[in-house]
């Protein structure tokens, strides 16, 4: 059962008619780069610093001395869409609560760019950070960005230069950007933020040369064997959750660890509203990542 919040939630966003409005985003999708970096007073209570990678800010946040874990998080927007304020709230309560290193990437975006660049840059971008420190790295996205984290956590068992992700922390991910993974027409109808066909779209832009069934596009088929422990979240009004639900059973046949967190009726990454199960969510999320 969902909590009144999100009930009135859901209601304003079928009202407002949230899916047109974000299909014509990703679809054409403007760019001012306005949230790239942290709001203002993050600067003043905790150490940030920003590097540049391939021309990609990548902001690194500390508020704790000496931290043993850093956390990248790769932001959603199926690949089109630039990160938003909501991110950096999710990042602010993950910094406070878990004392890690959080840096946040803004890797490239279609139709600009494909796949083949963002992995070039984020693979980059791990190297970087995990030569820079000791600490034990956690990869975390929500949406595309969840799928991003489980496609680098697959390339650091090919490249024998750089340590697998101690864990991995999914929201929602979008992990099949083909789209060939039925789900149930209810499903379709029940995503009020989501439209298949639009996502089948912007995955072909996004996947450039490679077929859209690349794991480098499309992680669900890729190797699922000693990757990390994973946290993996999904709720059941989200188009996305069929995909979900196929990587838990993927994992669990690998003997692979994973904490599977299914929530009732919940929306596409429901994570960034101010309803109850969002801060269920990411309690469970503060837990997974603590944990040794």
């Known amino acids: 059962?969902?909590?009144?919040?999100?009930?009135?939630?859901?209601?304003?966003?079928?009202?407002?008619?949230?899916?047109?409005?974000?299909?014509?985003?990703?679809?054409?999708?403007?760019?001012?780069?306005?949230?790239?970096?942290?709001?203002?007073?993050?600067?003043?209570?905790?150490?940030?610093?920003?590097?540049?990678?391939?021309?990609?800010?990548?902001?690194?946040?500390?508020?704790?001395?000496?931290?043993?874990?850093?956390?990248?998080?790769?932001?959603?927007?199926?690949?089109?869409?630039?990160?938003?304020?909501?991110?950096w709230h999710i990042v602010e309560r993950l910094l406070r609560e878990t004392q890690c290193v959080i840096t946040f990437i803004n890797y490239p975006l279609a139709?600009?760019?494909?796949c083949v660049d963002t992995i070039d840059m984020v693979c980059k971008a791990y190297a970087h950070f995990c030569t820079a420190g000791e600490q034990r790295m956690i990869l975390m996205g929500d949406s595309a960005g969840g799928g991003l984290a489980l496609a680098l956590a697959q390339?650091?068992?090919?490249?024998?230069?750089?340590?697998?992700?101690?864990k991995l922390v999914l929201f929602s991910p979008w992990l099949d950007v083909s789209m060939d993974i039925s789900a149930p027409k209810?499903?379709?109808?029940?995503?009020?933020?989501?439209?298949?066909?639009?996502?089948?779209?912007?995955?072909?832009?996004?996947?450039g040369n490679l077929?859209?069934?690349?794991?480098?596009?499309?992680?669900?088929?890729?190797?699922?064997?000693?990757?990390?422990?994973?946290?993996?979240f999904t709720g059941t009004n989200e188009i996305l959750h069929a995909q979900a639900k196929r990587l838990k059973d993927c994992l669990v046949s690998n003997n692979q660890k994973?904490?599977?967190?299914?929530?009732?009726?919940?929306?596409h990454v429901w994570i960034v509203f101010p309803i109850p199960e969002a801060e269920d969510a990411?309690?469970?999320?503060?837990?997974?990542?603590?944990?040794k």
């Open 211 to 232: 077929d859209a069934k690349d794991t480098m596009c499309s992680p669900l088929y890729g190797d699922l064997v000693d990757i990390g422990d994973v946290a993996l």
């Open 282 to 291: 990411l309690n469970q999320a503060i837990l997974f990542i603590r944990n």
């Open 258 to 267: 994973v904490c599977y967190y299914e929530y009732e009726k919940m929306q």
């Open 1 to 87: 059962m969902s909590s009144r919040k999100a009930k009135l939630i859901e209601t304003s966003l079928g009202i407002i008619g949230i899916r047109r409005i974000i299909s014509k985003m990703m679809l054409a999708p403007k760019r001012n780069c306005r949230n790239d970096l942290p709001p203002k007073n993050f600067y003043r209570k905790y150490n940030v610093k920003c590097c540049v990678i391939e021309n990609r800010k990548c902001v690194s946040i500390r508020h704790a001395d000496n931290p043993q874990k850093h956390i990248l998080y790769f932001h959603g927007g199926a690949y089109t869409i630039q990160a938003k304020k909501t991110h």
């Open 155 to 166: 390339l650091t068992k090919k490249n024998n230069d750089l340590p697998k992700p101690e």
């Open 111 to 114: 139709p600009e760019f494909t």
């Open 186 to 207: 209810e499903l379709e109808e029940n995503d009020l933020l989501l439209d298949k066909e639009v996502l089948k779209a912007i995955g072909i832009k996004y996947a």
